[in-house]
């Protein structure tokens, strides 16, 4: 009965050890080198390597943006998440006035479109002069 009682707890552990396992793969999780400063949600992050992951699993919407380099972070949330199969992740950006403002993460499973602000791009056309507005991709 003692034996009995052992493989039943050890079964249990084995199970939960899989468990956790399973749920601590990162998903929506990607790595990136951005080689300039940009703008998200508002603030400017320098160029550098970031991490960008999901802050849960209950929204997917919500995503944190860290810096290696300078622990900083953002939260950004996405207004618009399109399930997707890619072998290519990559951040987007739009450009305006010499600024750079992160529009789209693309992760392994999901495009997450980020708001960039019109008057943000608005002010950094007038500040730099330049009325273009490119996007540019990473």
Not at 26 to 49: I, M, S
Not at 65 to 83: G, L, T, Y
């Amino acid at each position: 009965m003692k034996h009995f009682c052992v493989r039943i707890l050890s079964a249990v552990f084995g199970l939960a050890a899989l468990a956790i396992t399973a749920k601590g793969q990162a998903v929506d999780h990607l790595v990136v080198n951005v080689p300039c400063e940009f703008v998200v949600a508002g603030k400017t992050l320098p160029a550098g390597t970031y991490r960008v992951s999901r802050i849960n699993d209950k929204d997917e919407r919500q995503l944190i943006i860290s810096s290696f380099e300078n622990r900083e972070a953002v939260m950004v949330i996405s207004n618009e998440v399109s399930p997707i199969h890619t072998e290519t992740p990559s951040l987007s950006f739009e450009q305006a006035g010499g600024e750079y403002f992160l529009s789209k993460i693309t992760t392994a499973e999901h495009v997450f479109t980020i708001p960039v602000s019109k008057r943000a791009v608005l002010e950094a056309t007038k500040t730099h002069g330049d009325p273009s507005v490119a996007a540019s991709g990473k």
